[in-house]
């Protein structure tokens, strides 16, 4: 069992950056596929970014693709979110979650975290 509590949400200007973490329990951290996805009101969950468990291989989505950066450390047992150049269609809850399989749909991952918020304004 993992559990994922996410952080770093907040409100920020269109062309601001924020980081966002992800903290994990469980000592196979690892061992898992770790993704970020995003929710905005009256939308579906979308993928933004995964990475390998080793960290060498990465994926993101068009739409934040040469903005957003995907890392993780797995001493630290945790993967972060780097967002620049904020857009206000970037706005949305981010969710973090982990599998076993390289994939960019959300039903492929086991574990989910709450979510935190993040807001962009124009």
């Known amino acids: 069992q993992v559990q994922l509590v996410e952080s770093g949400g907040g409100l920020v200007q269109a062309g601001g950056s924020l980081r966002l973490s992800c903290a994990a329990s469980?000592?196979?951290?690892?061992?898992?596929?770790m993704g970020w996805f995003r929710q905005a009101p009256g939308k579906e969950r979308e993928f933004a970014a995964a990475i390998s468990g080793g960290g060498g291989y990465t994926n993101y989505a068009d739409s934040v693709k040469g903005r957003f950066t995907i890392s993780r450390d797995n001493a630290k047992n945790t993967v972060y979110l780097q967002m620049n150049s904020l857009k206000p269609e970037d706005t949305a809850v981010y969710y973090c979650?982990?599998?076993?399989?390289?994939?960019?749909?959300?039903?492929?991952?086991?574990?989910w975290g709450q979510g935190t918020q993040v807001t962009v304004s124009s």
């Open positions: 469980g000592r196979t951290f690892s061992s898992y596929v």
């Open positions: 979650a982990g599998g076993i399989v390289r994939s960019s749909r959300s039903e492929q991952y086991d574990y």
